[in-house]
């Protein structure tokens, strides 16, 4: 897969194709206007890209959209980008984005912030590049500041309330516009007050087209379980984020696995800094899966499901 990938973006005009697919789905006249191809040649490079399982093509009423067909081509392309096209976002220039970020973010600058967020829209940087790069390492960091006490609580809320603002742009910005008819059910279970690691697993779901439903922070047990009977969601994703709340989080694993003999296409994921330590006991409790991160999470786990779940060729041309 990864060869096949590399030399198919290897052709200067299949990378600017790409390059304009990370942005979102594009009709064949979007990609001509973009890349400044004639027709035919986009068609025969969307063609070939189809083929190897890059693209995927979905009709929309009488347009057909093409798009990034899986999270991992997104990663190769990220790597790629990296690697070929620019130095934009390598390790070393993201770790002043992220300094600027997180020194503006414990000022309490919401609109410095924004401004380091938007020079990395232009710049194209993906949206798990941006979040598990930039915006969870200043995080850390301000965490870190936290720990050694040169700043104080209050200055840790308002970084956290900054950030969610800014992935909010980030997430309208990074959307694709084709939805995928597949919901998702997420929540922080009881006690757990760390929204921002789940928020930015449901962006990228959204981003992908999911319908998702955020219930945020500390959702009580029984709330959690009607949502899920209300909603019907394909996966429920579960974050455990404070130690001391694995047993809240454990009962509610269990509460909702025993419903798949009624919902057998019900999946179940944990995650968050506990689940990890954790992760036997709430596997142990039925989840179908826990993730390290939202990079393991979209190379990994998402894909797995999406094997089980979509009929071969499903929605597609
Ligand atoms: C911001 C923050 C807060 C904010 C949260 C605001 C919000 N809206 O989220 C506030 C101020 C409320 C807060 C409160 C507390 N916090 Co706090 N907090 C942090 C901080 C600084 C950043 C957390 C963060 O957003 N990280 C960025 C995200 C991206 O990382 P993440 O949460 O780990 O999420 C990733 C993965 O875990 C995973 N993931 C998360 N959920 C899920 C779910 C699924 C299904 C999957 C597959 C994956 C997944 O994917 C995410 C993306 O990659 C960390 C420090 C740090 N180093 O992380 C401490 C930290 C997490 N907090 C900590 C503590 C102790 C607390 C408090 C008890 C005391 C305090 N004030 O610090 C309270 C109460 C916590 C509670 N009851 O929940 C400890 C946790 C230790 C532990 N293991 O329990 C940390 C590590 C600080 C420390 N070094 O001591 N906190």
Redesign the pocket.
Known sequence: MKSQVFAEIADASRRNILAELRRGPRTVSELVSATGLKQPNVSNHLARLRDCGLVEATKRGRLVFYALNDPRVEAALGIAANGLCTRAHDPISLATYVERYAEAAVRGEEAACVAVVDELLALHVDLVTL??DV???A??????G??LGEID?GQ??L???I??RAMARIVHFRTKGVMNERLAL?G?SA???????????SDYLASEGWEVRFLG??VPHQAFLEAELRYEPEIV?????????EEACESLVRALSDRKPLRPDLRV?????????AAPRFLEAGAD?????????AAV?LPSLAERRRPPGANRL
């Open positions: 979040y598990s915006l969870g390492p995080m850390a960091r301000v965490g870190d936290y720990v609580e840790e809320h970084a956290s309330a950030t969610e997420l922080c006690g757990n007050l760390h929204t921002l690691g789940l928020r930015m697993l922070a500390n994703l579960v974050s455990c984020g404070a130690r001391g709340t994921g944990v995650g968050g800094r506990c689940a990890l330590e899966f826990t993730a390290r991160d939202l990079r393991e999470f786990s």
